[in-house]
């Protein structure tokens, strides 16, 4: 079909490295932490200052996710068609390897609360930003030259999920199912990423043309 991938690209396998390192890290949580729950905790609070494994988690598990997700988007730059605005999209969809790095350097306390440590503050300012910059430039991204309008419909509705989701999961009413948004919102974000292969200069023909 002239509207999906047709070659393989060199992208697809940081791609699903990154899709399981992702899920393993949930799986591996769970193992460790006898007492973690997906549902009303944040990912963060896997590495929570004073948590089972705090440290470990940050260095094994959110760093090298961080890596792997900036050589994902490193990686897919020469094969995408973004330019100007787009680009800029592109640009800020980096903010998700940020987000991790931020997780692990400037860890949250034990329940992640909206005041804490001077560690906490800075985690809370690094998550708000990744979370809009990266709904932002997912945004941005329908902007991308010569792109089918499933295509630019998808990202319109990814990045208001990530956006309204953000809102959602930090509302004190919903702290019970906090951590089940989020993992939502990581999905999305996600497919974010697997979205990058509808975007190669192969396939420009098959869309519009702005």
Not at 102 to 110: M, S
Not at 119 to 130: K, R, T, Y
Not at 152 to 165: D, E, T
């Amino acid at each position: 079909m002239e509207h999906t991938p047709t070659k393989s690209s060199p992208v697809m396998p940081q791609l699903i490295i990154l899709t399981l390192f992702w899920v393993g890290l949930q799986l591996v949580a769970t193992w460790v932490k006898d007492d973690f729950s997906h549902v009303g905790q944040y990912i963060s609070e896997i590495n929570a200052t004073g948590s089972t494994a705090a440290g470990a988690f940050g260095w094994v598990g959110f760093i090298p996710l961080a890596l792997i997700s900036f050589g994902v988007l490193l990686t897919a730059r020469p094969h995408l068609r973004v330019k100007g605005i787009s680009h800029l999209g592109w640009s800020l969809l980096f903010f998700y390897p940020v987000a991790y790095l931020g997780a692990a350097l400037a860890p949250c306390d034990l329940g992640c609360p909206a005041d804490g440590s001077s560690s906490q503050a800075l985690h809370n300012i690094i998550s708000i930003v990744s979370y809009f910059g990266f709904a932002l430039g997912t945004l941005l991204l329908t902007f991308t030259p010569k792109t089918t309008w499933p295509v630019r419909c998808a990202f319109v509705l990814l990045s208001l999920i990530i956006a309204l989701g953000f809102v959602l999961m930090i509302n004190p009413e919903l702290t019970e199912v906090r951590g089940a948004m989020q993992r939502y919102v990581e999905l999305a974000q996600l497919v974010v990423f697997w979205l990058l292969l509808w975007l190669k200069p192969e396939e420009a023909n098959g869309g519009s043309d702005e």
